[in-house]
């Protein structure tokens, strides 16, 4: 039997890019601490702030809204808003789940629907984008989806005049994303990375990241020894088509041949950041219709709109 680092109990956990071997007290110990300083390090939340959190119903909002509860009991107004894109059998169970999690914590919330406030559900674009496969639609599903989200997410979070929103993305996606800039040369998203994301703007709410330095598996591991229902049923029926796919898959093999490398990738782009901070780059817009910030005319989920509707 293998002992804990720190005690004397039986360990139930082994992170590779320690390593560290540890018992179920001093994981959760472990984790959350370092959430802790994540959010402490990088000023994500000042107490007393408003804070709208996003949430899916997965381990990683779900662990994002229990943490944020947990370290911010008095003082701060944390409200959670969820997204519903619309699509059955999948969205509607996630959802119930986020419901039973906001109302055990006695969080208030709003679910959000894309078909009442776009008027089209990711469902039906989907339907869309198929039909005009040939007509030179060279944009996923996913894609369409991500950037109605963020939208929705950010229109609420301003309608509710929060500091900031907060969103369960995590060591692995920041990672992930990375590479995929790199990789597409858009330099501007590149730049804009980090555990606070956003522009100062009155129409652009800072998005904040508490799993900023949280693998992927040991949120899923946390949530295990917490004992929390979350979803983690059927992915997403259109999931296929993301092209982050290839690059969850190409990051995790080389974590798994160098343990530390996700670490390591982030800490780079931390060193980075401040030489990205002062490079020259696009001069941004207000959305003439709606009034998102853009580097262009329009912002891209005006622009995508426009094309469902032609």
């Not at 078909?115 to 894609?143: D, H, P, V, Y």
Request: proline share 3%.
């Amino acid at each position: 039997m293998r002992k804990c680092d720190r005690c004397s109990k039986e360990a139930k956990i082994f992170l590779a890019y320690g390593p560290h071997w540890l018992c179920k007290q001093h994981f959760l110990e472990f984790f959350e601490k370092r959430v802790r300083k994540t959010i402490n390090k990088f000023k994500l939340v000042k107490p007393g702030e408003k804070i709208a959190v996003g949430v899916s119903g997965g381990k990683d909002s779900i662990t994002c809204l229990h943490l944020l509860k947990s370290i911010f009991p008095k003082g701060t107004e944390i409200i959670g808003v969820s997204i519903d894109e619309g699509i059955k059998g999948y969205r509607d169970k996630a959802l119930k789940v986020a419901k039973k999690h906001y109302k055990e914590l006695g969080v208030d919330f709003t679910v959000v629907s894309v078909k009442k406030e776009l008027g089209f559900s990711m469902s039906e674009i989907a339907r869309k984008l198929a039909e005009r496969k040939n007509e030179q639609e060279t944009q996923s599903t996913c894609s369409y989806c991500g950037v109605f989200r963020r939208k929705l997410l950010n229109d609420f979070a301003l309608r509710e005049k929060c500091k900031k929103l907060a969103t369960g993305h995590n060591l692995d996606d920041e990672v992930q994303t990375m590479l995929m800039n790199i990789m597409q040369n858009d330099f501007q998203k590149f730049s804009w990375l980090g555990p606070i994301t956003g522009l100062k703007s009155k129409r652009f709410v800072p998005r904040v990241k508490p799993l900023y330095e949280s693998p992927e598996k040991e949120i899923i591991a946390y949530t295990q020894f917490r004992g929390w229902r979350v979803y983690d049923g059927e992915c997403c029926p259109f999931s296929w088509q993301a092209k982050r796919n290839a690059f969850r898959k190409a990051v995790d093999d080389i974590e798994s041949k160098y343990p530390n490398a996700k670490f390591a990738a982030l800490k780079f782009f931390q060193q980075l950041k401040p030489v990205l901070e002062k490079a020259e780059s696009k001069k941004l817009n207000h959305c003439r219709n709606c009034g998102a910030l853009t580097s262009s005319i329009e912002c891209s989920a005006c622009k995508q709109l426009k094309k469902l509707s032609s």
